[in-house]
């Protein structure tokens, strides 16, 4: 059984990797990607915040570096600040909303895990969303619970987002 060469915080921030990587008590972990759902998922996703992004009050940005403990750093798919949030190179405090695209070799158990950790760092708002199955999920260290009207909110804003509307549009593409 190989093991996993451990490598410092430092390094890790001091390096480029393309694609970016989670990085989880000295183990870089690749992050499944590249396929054309998800990058199109990820794109609607980023055109709809960007879009709304002064009637939110938000920053949309994918694949962020955020710090979910000392030696916890996540990628998710879009990291969705507050405008008033600092611009810090890496978001070291819980983001409004962490959104999580599926690829096709994505288990909910691995998934499960990255909840965790947003969770851990207080993010409150988590979304998954699987591209090839059409499903989206509320995500919480508890599990996942399908929006019962297909809306995805965050309560006390004006956001809120239609998975139906993601798929057509995913559809068109």
Request: with cysteine.
């Amino acid at each position: 059984m190989a093991s996993a060469t451990l490598i410092p915080v430092s390094e890790y921030l001091a390096t480029t990797y393309r694609p970016d990587r989670d990085f989880l008590d000295g183990v870089l972990q690749e992050r499944n990607m590249g396929e054309q759902p998800h990058a199109l998922i990820q794109g609607i996703l980023s055109r709809i915040f960007g879009n709304h992004r002064h009637d939110w009050q938000v920053r949309v940005l994918p694949e962020q570096r955020v710090q979910t403990s000392a030696t916890h750093y996540r990628i998710p798919d879009l990291c969705i600040l507050r405008s008033s949030d600092p611009k810090d190179p890496i978001v070291r405090f819980a983001p409004l909303l962490c959104i999580e695209i599926l690829s096709k070799d994505d288990s909910l158990g691995d998934l499960q895990e990255r909840v965790d950790d947003y969770a851990g760092l207080g993010v409150e708002h988590i979304w998954a969303i699987d591209p090839w199955k059409r499903r989206g999920w509320l995500a919480s260290t508890q599990g996942f619970l399908q929006p019962a009207d297909g809306l995805f909110r965050i309560p006390n804003t004006s956001i809120e987002v239609s998975l139906a509307a993601i798929f057509a549009e995913l559809d068109e593409e």
